[in-house]
T-cell receptor, first 112, second 112 residues
Framework: DTEVTQTPKHLVMGMTNKKSLKCEQHMGHRAMYWYKQKAKKPPELMFVYSYEKLSINESVPSRFSPECPNSSLLNLHLHALQPEDSALYLC???????????FGDGTRLSIL | QQQVKQSPQSLIVQKGGISIINCAYENTAFDYFPWYQQFPGKGPALLIAIRPDVSEKKEGRFTISFNKSAKQFSLHIMDSQPGDSATYFCAASMINTGKLIFGQGTTLQVKP
């Protein structure tokens, strides 16, 4: 079992829906990350939060909106997604923005 | 200069054999080199990592060899087992930053 928990494990949504992905860690890490992973490709960094503040946005479209309510929780709000946004969305955490990063098992997202 | 090049793309090894995956980087500022193992439906799991001040690190059947002058590092899996069948990603980072630069991945199949 991973120490980074992501819910839901699977999500199917239409292009007009609004949904949220959740990530939780209890390792006392102060940096949390969202990645997108397409099949047979490496994870691509989307956002980094450090001490609950957004520190890196890798030019992600505004239909993806991250939120870090506290040091243990990370959300990714989804709205008006496109079929090409179908992917595995991974959350990771690390101590104070350093390495190593610990990944959750992801949310498999399908856009109809 | 931020790229990490990984080879081979896929690898088939007989049970008990040695699996070798190679990576090369360009940015000499990188100082942390992890390997991640990913099974289908799971997130990447940290397998082993090395800093450039050592040339080799061994953990059980897994060894990283590091050549600083050549800017190359490799993963050796000794006595490969069918349970090692997974996708392996090398990565590089500056240890005090949040950005991991991943290689393209190697799909390893260990035949019984």
């Amino acid at each position: 079992d991973t120490e980074v928990t992501q819910t839901p494990k699977h999500l199917v949504m239409g292009m007009t829906n609004k949904k949220s992905l959740k990530c939780e860690q209890h390792m006392g890490h102060r940096a949390m990350y969202w990645y997108k992973q397409k099949a047979k490709k490496p994870p691509e960094l989307m956002f980094v939060y450090s001490y609950e503040k957004l520190s890196i946005n890798e030019s992600v479209p505004s239909r993806f909106s991250p939120e870090c309510p506290n040091s243990s929780l990370l959300n990714l709000h989804l709205h008006a997604l496109q079929p090409e946004d179908s992917a595995l969305y991974l959350c990771a955490s690390s101590q104070q923005g350093a390495q190593p990063q610990h990944f959750g098992d992801g949310t498999r997202l399908s856009i109809l | 200069q931020q790229q990490v090049k990984q080879s081979p793309q896929s690898l088939i090894v007989q049970k008990g054999g040695i699996s070798i995956i190679n990576c090369a980087y360009e940015n000499t500022a990188f100082d942390y080199f992890p390997w991640y193992q990913q099974f289908p439906g799971k997130g990447p799991a940290l397998l082993i990592a090395i800093r450039p001040d050592v040339s080799e690190k061994k953990e059980g059947r897994f060894t990283i060899s590091f050549n600083k002058s050549a800017k190359q590092f490799s993963l050796h899996i000794m006595d490969s087992q069918p349970g090692d069948s997974a996708t392996y990603f090398c990565a590089a980072s500056m240890i005090n930053t949040g950005k991991l630069i991943f290689g393209q991945g190697t799909t390893l199949q260990v035949k019984p």
